[in-house]
């Protein structure tokens, strides 16, 4: 694909595949955007959180009077100004939620579970006196001794954290509770088999620590609610359908009764679709009678909202000498924070999906540890196994001898092929990616010593889902776009060259919003990579209502009938014979003409989007090693990447080179550090190592577009793929360039220069 | 809380030695505020003393230079002739944190803020600086490797403040290199500091030289057998050698969350040989 | 303990101000001036999302106390654009998409400007480390340091 989807405007311009200023651009480089800490409502209190200093202890008792005698308290909640949740896992969108864990993470109940945990908040009237107050309520605690790695805390004689745990997916059901919350397990031919043809078989564990999605900006909500128990809520989310709904359920509203506006997002990948502060300043402003703003510290984001699961992973592949992958298992286990619901299921199912592998075996364990509550990062799960699968095929490369382009061509999926997780893959671009890496530069560009080159291979599913965007024609023939998902990357510019190549207008006449909740139905959350995907679908359904309704009007105006008129490049044209009694007619023709010819002009799009297709990516990372310090230099990064459809290159691009940085952050620096005493110790910028500017070098985007056919543009989502390859990649150019293979993340130069010296090998 | 900003040294004194509770000298704030915010520090007094004249200037004394307390890297680097002659103290300053840190981070700040691992406190000790204190008993000098006794431990008495810092007449042929490490490019607190001073004879033979080690023990360090290793060497590889030896000899450092104790070991050796390197290559050209 | 009576010129406007000694300018700037472009992503000097200058050097807000400003000039992101026209940087940034969320874009641009107030024909690596001090999470820095290095560029032509 490439060209148009036969839309286009009558001069045969079209929008979508070009490089258009975003239609928020004007405000986020002037400051004017309102982000979630922008709002403010008059006579609004600040709200703030009390929140566990130890990582597991029974909450004997709270003694709040103190706090709320102190003046300018208007409010102050604990446990008690929630319901409990009863156990069971109940729709909100797509995801599955287990409302008792929800309501227990917003605020704790029985036990604290991790160091930052919410015990208690309180309105007032400053900042200051907020967090006087804090100091003033007096917590109980029964301190309970803690686990923070999974593989301790999997132990028969770990510290248990919930006593009605029983582990899900094995057989016979445990007797005993555990932290052990779900086995899952996929299968696909007969593995023992397998490896009894294999020529090589390599096994490794791998372990990976726990990361945070790492956003600028922290969370942020603003809650007002009114004497008749209506509720506006202001936040920075990826979902304020979802947030409206865990409110209502949480606080027992009803949803038509809570009105969520999403904020300009400061950042959210993944780690802003669950709610954390919202339930606390709706209870605090119900209780208060006045608005509540509360905002995170840069402290509690690290302690206290999900980072992803550290994970202990082990791996073992066959493969004949020729290089065929015959056999590949892998066990993991994540770690899910204090409630269940890590991704290891993801994990699961995408750690082998890059390759036709007929015998195929992936158990993974989630398990529950004193730590916060996992949120999704960026192909949740994905990253983590993938980067121990890749490490593998790089090892089977070496040993065989081979290319490690060549081995993954050999096993590449294709469509047709029908991966371990189930489905059948209809056209998909890995091989294009692969193919787009071997010719480029980068790979043809000799190495000096220390330096290393690597490569990995990467997939994500994609999804579609719950989608509704309206589009209303005004007056003047400029077109208002109502989408329902946040945008977090520059959505609105893509959704805008849909709409304006769709309805056949230029793209300045289009203008783009995110609703709020009252004013669209129900949309999904921005993630698994669906708001463009999901979106644009969405505007062509919208966009076919507008040109039907046009087009019966047309044959009204011009007493003709359907099979007349059509509509073509921007405007309802007359066929045959009429064609020369009466003139096309655009949409802002119709426009000034709409209230005489039926009224106003408009179409919503209400979908769940189906035909997600996977998006594959290959990467190609070259750096140099520090042989005295352990210390690793990115000299130079390639990512090709399968879009289907790129909506927008620009915007495409910054996805490929935003996972890409993340990656490598991951690889080499980020890391939860804690003490023995399950406390972090890095909860701040200076010590959760993210790349600076001079960390990395430009990051070269090769775009490879596979059309995806169940898209009526070919799109496939792209946001999530990008961060899945690079810890692979870096692995493996960190083996290339040293000798040694790092099984342990993040690859930081104490470990580097350790593993040097073990070999002798730290001398210029 | 209060504030005050005095303009004239014996102002600030005044007000920190009559102060009751805790007082804190505010130059950058880069530090202060950091700790304010995170509930570590809550001071009764602030007391400004960016509008003290001796605590802003720079200027040429006895053959050397005096920098005040209060200017910041940003502005040392600016300065046209400093970086020639203190090329080390120039660049330990402007690695403190990022450009933004920089404009507001000052060599008075830097040392007292009491961390082994302060990044303009190698150099200005290999340099062979004297900090000058003003007290309610006047003023007196003290070498800066004398003011940080441990971490958030130093030698002024109540009401004393570094009022500024004397860098030494320079020799010909001479220059001072400083390099940490970091895991990072940029940003990072110092992993291992390294400061070296040295001067050349004629022949390129070493005959003075000073090497301070930061972040490697409780206090940044002087250490003088790293010095004596490498006085009367053209720094061969021997030379280079013994460098190396002193250096991990005296590291006494910690496991935190930035680097284990072997890794400082290691690394201190190493960065101690790449700063007499620079240094020397520097003194060469001078 | 009364508040500080601060008079002070913001993107060459004459403000007052009331602030509390521990308020942080960026505190003042957001909340008692309402100026919102600057942002809060760590209060510890660690993101540059709060940056400004300060008297023409470019500082973290969150590092400077309202109570020190007193007759010292400030220049924020709502300052960065004359009028309707935007500066060069301004227009760069949306031509090279070089922001996706848009929080740490007003501290970028400050930053940017800054280097360039300085030199118009910065290294690539140069302008790597001087915005060494703005973290952002979601571009990878790619399109940033192109826009950065494209503006130069033009204003060296004029």
Redesign the interface.
């Known amino acids: 694909m490439g060209e148009t989807n036969g839309h286009s405007q009558a001069n045969g311009q079209h929008y979508v595949g070009t490089?258009q200023?975003?239609p928020?651009?004007?405000d986020?480089?002037?400051?004017?955007?309102?982000?979630g800490?922008?709002y403010?409502l008059a006579g609004q209190l600040i709200g703030r959180v009390l929140r566990s200093p130890h990582p597991h202890a029974r909450i004997v008792s709270i003694d709040t009077s103190k706090a709320e005698a102190l003046p300018g308290v208007k409010a102050v909640i604990t446990r008690q100004d929630f319901a409990d949740q009863p156990s069971e896992f109940i729709p909100a969108g797509e995801m599955m939620m287990n409302y008792k864990d929800v309501v227990r993470n917003v605020m704790a109940r029985e036990k604290a579970l991790y160091e930052g945990h919410a015990v208690a908040a309180v309105a007032a009237t400053s900042t200051?006196i907020a967090r006087r107050a804090l100091k003033l309520i007096d917590v109980k605690y029964e301190v309970l001794p803690h686990v923070i790695d999974v593989v301790e805390a999997m132990r028969p004689d770990a510290p248990l954290l919930h006593d009605d745990l029983f582990t899900v997916g094995v057989e016979p059901k445990p007797e005993k509770p555990s932290n052990i919350a779900k086995r899952v397990e996929i299968k696909q031919g007969d593995v023992a088999a397998g490896f009894k043809k294999a020529d090589l078989i390599i096994e490794r564990e791998f372990k990976t620590a726990p990361v945070h999605?790492?956003?600028?900006?922290?969370h942020a909500a603003l809650a007002t609610v009114s004497e008749d128990g209506s509720t506006e809520l202001w936040t920075t989310t990826q979902g304020h359908f979802i947030v409206r709904a865990h409110c209502a359920r949480l606080l027992g509203l009803d949803i038509g009764k809570v009105r969520v506006t999403a904020t300009?997002?400061?950042?959210?990948?993944g780690g802003k679709t669950v709610v954390y502060l919202e339930p606390l300043a709706i209870a605090l402003s119900k209780k208060a009678k006045r608005p509540v703003k509360m905002?995170m510290?840069?402290?509690e984001v690290f302690k206290a909202s999900g980072p992803t699961s550290g994970a202990t992973v082990r791996v073992k592949m066959g493969a004949t000498k020729d290089g065929k992958f015959v056999a590949a298992f892998a066990e993991l286990k994540y770690q899910a924070g204090a409630f269940q619901g890590s991704p290891v299921q993801p994990g699961t199912m995408c750690a082998y999906a890059p390759y036709d592998i007929e015998n195929v075996h992936v158990i993974g364990y989630d398990v529950v540890s004193n730590r916060p509550k996992v949120a999704a990062y960026r192909a949740p799960g994905a990253p983590i196994s993938e980067y121990a699968v890749e490490s593998v095929v790089d090892e089977i490369a070496k040993k065989l001898g081979l290319d490690p382009i060549e081995l993954r061509m050999m096993n590449a999926a294709h469509e047709g092929t029908k991966a371990a997780y189930g489905p059948k893959f209809g056209p998909i671009g890995l091989e294009e990616t692969l193919n787009s890496i071997k010719k480029t530069e980068h790979w043809n560009t000799p190495l000096r010593k220390w330096q290393g080159r690597g490569v990995a291979s990467g997939f994500w599913f994609n999804i579609g889902g719950e989608t509704s965007v309206s589009l209303t024609v005004n007056e003047d023939g400029t077109i208002s776009l109502m989408a329902g998902t946040p945008d977090?990357?520059?959505l609105r510019a893509s959704l805008a060259s849909v709409a304006a190549d769709e309805l056949g207008v230029s793209y300045d006449k289009v203008r783009p919003i995110i609703g709020d909740t009252g004013s669209l139905g129900f949309n999904f959350l921005t993630g698994g990579s669906r708001s463009a995907f999901s979106g644009s679908m969405a505007i062509v359904e919208a966009a076919k209502q507008i040109k039907a309704e046009l087009c019966a009007r047309a044959c009204k105006l011009w007493e003709a009938k359907p099979d007349q008129v059509e509509w073509k490049d921007g405007a309802v044209r007359p066929l045959g014979a009429l064609a020369e009694k009466v003139k096309p007619m655009t949409i802002a023709d119709f426009a000034k003409v709409s209230g005489k010819t039926g009224g106003p002009i408009g179409g919503v799009g209400r979908i769940n989007a189906q035909g997600a297709g996977p998006s594959f990516g290959t990467h190609l990372v070259d750096l140099e090693v520090d042989p005295?310090?352990?210390?690793t230099?990115i000299l130079r990064y390639t990512v090709a990447q399968d879009a289907g459809r790129a909506l927008?290159p620009?915007?495409v691009?910054?996805?490929f080179?935003?996972?890409?940085?993340?990656g490598i952050g991951w690889a080499?620096?980020e890391e939860y550090?804690y003490g023995t005493d399950g406390k972090l110790?890095?909860a701040?910028?200076?010590?959760y190592?993210?790349?600076?500017?001079?960390?990395?070098p430009?990051?070269d985007a090769i775009l490879v577009e596979v059309g995806n056919p169940k898209h009526p543009y070919g799109v496939r989502g792209v946001g999530e793929t990008p961060i899945v390859p690079p810890l692979g990649a870096i692995a493996n150019a960190m083996e290339n360039a040293t000798g040694i293979r790092f099984t342990e993340l993040p690859m930081?130069?104490?470990k580097v220069?350790?593993a040097l010296?073990e070999k002798g090998l730290?001398k210029v | 809380m209060r504030y005050e900003a005095p303009d004239s040294l014996e102002g600030a004194v005044a007000l920190l030695a009559a102060a009751n509770g805790d007082a804190r000298v505010l130059a950058g704030g880069t530090d202060l505020l950091v700790q304010m915010r995170a509930d570590v520090l809550e001071p009764e007094l602030i007391v400004d003393i960016k509008r003290i004249p001796e605590t802003r200037a720079v200027t040429e004394e006895k053959g050397g230079w005096r920098i005040g307390a209060a200017v910041t890297g940003a502005e040392l680097k600016e300065h046209p002739r400093l970086k020639k002659v203190w090329p080390g103290v120039v660049e330990a300053a402007n690695l403190i944190g990022s450009t933004q840190v920089q404009g507001r981070a000052t060599l008075g700040g830097n040392l007292c803020n009491g961390s082994p691992a302060a990044d303009s406190v190698p150099a200005l000790i290999a340099a062979g600086a004297l900090a000058t204190l003003a007290g309610p008993r006047g003023k007196r000098d003290l070498p800066v490797e004398d003011v940080m006794l441990g971490p958030r431990k130093l030698a002024l008495q109540k009401g004393e403040m570094v009022a500024s810092f004397l860098l030494p007449a320079r020799p010909a042929r001479s220059s001072d290199a400083y390099l940490r490490f970091i895991p990072r490019t940029e940003m990072d607190i110092a992993v291992v500091g390294a400061g070296v001073s040295l001067t050349l004879d004629g022949g390129g033979v070493i005959t003075a030289a000073r090497v301070s080690l930061g972040a490697v023990a409780a206090r940044v360090l002087l250490v003088s057998e790293a010095a004596q290793a490498i006085i009367g060497s053209r720094l061969d590889k021997p030379a280079q050698d013994r460098l190396e030896a002193a250096a991990r000899a005296v590291c006494r450092p910690i496991d935190d969350k930035r680097g284990t104790i072997e890794f400082r070991i290691d690394v201190a050796a190493v960065l101690a040989r790449r700063t007499a390197l620079i240094a020397l290559d520097r003194a060469r050209t001078n | 303990m009364a508040k500080h009576h601060i008079e002070a010129t913001v993107n060459g406007d004459a403000v007052e101000f009331l602030c509390e000694t521990e308020d942080t300018l960026l505190d003042v700037l957001r909340d008692t001036l309402q100026l919102t472009g600057s942002k809060e992503g760590c209060a510890s000097g660690d993101c540059g999302a709060c940056s400004v200058t300060l008297d023409g050097r470019l500082v973290c807000s969150c590092l400077v106390l309202g109570c020190e400003v007193a007759g010292r000039k400030i220049e924020t992101i709502e300052g960065l654009a004359k009028g309707e026209t935007l500066h060069p940087l301004q227009k760069q940034f949306l031509e090279h998409a070089a922001l996706q969320c848009g929080i740490c874009t007003p501290g970028f641009l400050v930053a940017g400007k800054a280097l360039l107030e300085k030199t118009l024909d910065p290294t690539e690596t140069e302008v790597r480390y001087w915005l060494a001090g703005n973290l952002c999470r979601c571009t990878g820095y790619d399109k940033i340091v192109s826009a950065v290095m494209d503006t130069a560029a033009a204003m060296r032509k004029g």
């Open positions: 490089r200023i975003r928020d651009g004007a986020k480089v002037t400051g004017r955007a309102r982000f800490a922008d403010n200051a999605q790492g956003y600028i900006e922290p300009e997002i400061g950042g959210g990948f905002v510290s840069r402290e977090i990357g520059g005295e310090t352990g210390r230099t927008h620009a915007y691009e910054g996805q080179q935003g996972g890409a940085v993340q080499l620096n550090v110790q890095n701040g910028f200076l010590d190592r993210m790349p600076v500017a001079s960390d990395v430009m990051i930081s130069p104490p220069l350790k010296k730290n």
